[in-house]
């Protein structure tokens, strides 16, 4: 008898989403930007991460109602939470870009697919402090000036 294991979680879990201020700034800082027309994705993929978090920021300037600002963040998260057993580890931020409520579910999705398409072959950045040294750095003359 031939049993198919089970399927990892689809669940969204407190410990894979972004939600301190300095979280977000360290993603900013240390992670590379994606860019889609209407959104932009900044992936921060880390070695020493366990799992793929998630942030998603919209601002009022995308859309001045509540309602299309929470339909985007509901659009991101449900991507997301499908498809985060495929992404490496490490820490994401979508930010929304003006423009964005105006495109139809199907579209926003389509954006911010190819986008996780994209994060999902960036390799680590190395953790600070672990660069090599710089070939010949000692075999450089001292200068006497």
């Known amino acids: 008898m031939n049993t198919i294991p089970p399927a990892p979680p689809k669940t969204f879990p407190p410990s894979a989403r972004l939600r301190v201020s300095a979280e977000f700034q360290a993603v900013f800082k240390g992670g590379r930007r994606l860019s889609s027309p209407q959104l932009r994705l900044h992936a921060h993929v880390r070695a020493d991460a366990s799992v793929p978090r998630l942030g998603v920021a919209v601002s009022k300037k995308v859309d001045k109602r509540a309602v299309g600002r929470n339909r985007i963040k509901r659009l991101a998260r449900e991507l997301f939470r499908g498809g985060r057993d495929q992404l490496p580890p490490g820490d994401y931020v979508l930010i929304a870009?003006?423009?964005?409520?105006?495109?139809?579910?199907?579209?926003?999705r389509a954006q911010f697919q190819q986008l996780l398409e994209r994060a999902r072959s960036l390799k680590p950045t190395p953790p600070p402090g672990t660069m090599p040294a710089t070939p010949g750095a000692s075999e450089r003359p001292a200068s006497d000036s």
Do not use: K, R
Request: charged share 15%; glycine share 8%.
């Open 97 to 108: 870009q003006p423009g964005a409520s105006q495109l139809s579910s199907d579209d926003l």
